[in-house]
């Protein structure tokens, strides 16, 4: 099949198009595949093609993917894992870059919000969490006491999911994978369920996130959409 | 939203750091798979729908970055774009060879699974009309009638064959077919005289 012959110009460009969209079907897929191996013109119309279309995709949201697949590819490749630098995963990265700036707020909010509301902070409310947003404004705040099988969460402002989604929160441990403490519902003031009193179910987790997941929470055990608020667990006792 | 500035800024840095990369710069070999990898694990999961097969494809994608880094720099296209066409031609070949698989076993494809697109945010067409701004190429897919428009984004973003849209549509097979050539035709025809083909 010689495709670059002048006549054949016009097939040439559908099935370039067809293929770089991902519509043709698997036999002409592979076929087309072949000949572009052998001949420079018809893959240069397919390169153009891929190139047209990958424009599309450009704004398209990033999804961090598990720490698993940088191992992965240093493992296979035979890589100094320390050379390669293994990248930071993504609540290492929040933590390095964020860690004081929010810090800082976290205790101003709580402060704030106790002179505020003018009540006196009940002496068994012992963990508070400050969730807040890359722009350092708090989203979520969870308290729990420290032998509470809870957390209260409150929502400040108008935060939510939206349609379709679900806010999960997340216990990251010290060098350990995130896990999950469940969905927060919608709501004002709303409660997430703890498996053993707040004391024994935060040890060791220094930060909880809130990632963006679909409706019913992330479906692989651990975060899969934008991780949207952060918070470090301050334990007041 | 990323601005075409910012796109062209990134493009610049990547291509940057493959030329490391081609030289056997392992630090620079990290910092592009932390720029990049996030990106491209959304293009192949919405395809495939599957965490796992998502993560082989990419760990396969990044193997052959290493090894053949050499040849893009020599070929100068846009690091992103090469990479993506890297990753949704392994994630098609993936998709249709399974379907050549099940095709052969059961000619009647009603059987294929339900695909559920329902609560998918944002929409395909959305994500078309977003990356299109991106480019300032924005008139071009607006130009585009509702069927043709609507067929391309689910065969782009969803990797839908054929029957898939027509499923997906509920319109005859025939009329989906045309709309993808039809569409395309004219997206090449305004992209090109938008100077798309840079």
């Keep these: 099949m010689n495709l670059s012959r002048p006549d054949r110009r016009e097939r040439l460009e559908r099935l370039a198009a067809e293929y770089a969209l991902g519509t043709l079907p698997s036999r002409a897929r592979m076929r087309l595949t072949d000949v572009a191996k052998r001949d420079a013109a018809v893959a240069g119309v397919v390169a153009d093609w891929e190139r047209r279309l990958a424009v599309l995709a450009e704004a398209m949201p990033g999804i961090n993917p598990s720490p698993r697949v940088w191992r992965g590819i240093v493992a296979q490749l035979g890589l100094d894992s320390d050379r390669a630098a293994a990248p930071l995963s993504w609540w290492e990265r929040l933590a390095v870059w964020r860690a ?134 301050e334990r007041f006792y | 939203m990323a601005t075409a500035h910012a796109i062209s800024e990134r493009n610049h840095r990547l291509a940057e750091l493959l030329s490391k990369v081609a030289l056997g710069d392992q630090r620079a070999f990290g910092d592009f798979y932390r720029q990049t990898s996030a990106h491209l694990y959304a293009v192949a999961v919405r395809i495939l729908r599957d965490a796992q097969a998502a993560e082989e494809i990419l760990q396969e994608a990044y193997v052959n970055v290493w090894h053949h880094a050499g040849s893009y720099v020599a070929a100068k296209s ?100 045309s709309w993808v050539r039809r569409g395309l035709e004219k997206l090449r025809r305004c992209l090109d005289a938008a100077g798309g083909s840079r």
């Design chain 1, 100 to 233: 004081l700036a929010v810090v800082a707020f976290a205790v101003a909010v709580v402060l704030a919000m106790v002179q505020l509301s003018r009540e006196p902070v009940a002496p068994t409310q012992a963990v508070v969490i400050v969730l807040a947003g890359p722009d350092a404004k708090p989203a979520l705040i969870a308290t729990a006491d420290r032998g509470q099988r809870f957390l209260a969460v409150r929502a400040i402002g108008g935060t939510s999911a939206g349609a379709g989604k679900a806010l999960e929160l997340w216990a990251l441990p010290d060098g350990g994978k995130p896990k999950s403490l469940g969905l927060i519902p919608a709501g004002g003031l709303t409660r997430v369920p703890l498996a053993a009193p707040a004391e024994t179910a935060l040890a060791g987790i220094p930060t909880l996130a809130v990632s963006l997941e679909p409706a019913g929470g992330s479906p692989t055990g651990q975060p899969t959409g934008p991780v949207l608020y952060t918070g470090k667990v």
């Design chain 2, 78 to 177: 846009q690091p992103l774009t090469w990479l993506t066409s890297i990753v949704r031609n392994r994630c098609l070949d993936h998709l249709r060879r399974r379907e050549l698989d099940t095709v052969t076993l059961t000619p009647d494809d009603d059987d294929a699974p339900a695909i559920d697109l329902a609560d998918e945010r944002p929409t395909p067409a959305e994500l078309l009309l977003a990356g299109a701004e991106a480019r300032a190429v924005r008139d071009c897919v607006e130009a585009l009638d509702a069927g043709p428009n609507q067929a391309i984004a689910l065969a782009y973003f969803q990797g839908l064959s054929h029957g898939e849209l027509a499923r997906h549509l509920n319109e005859p097979l025939g009329t989906v077919k």
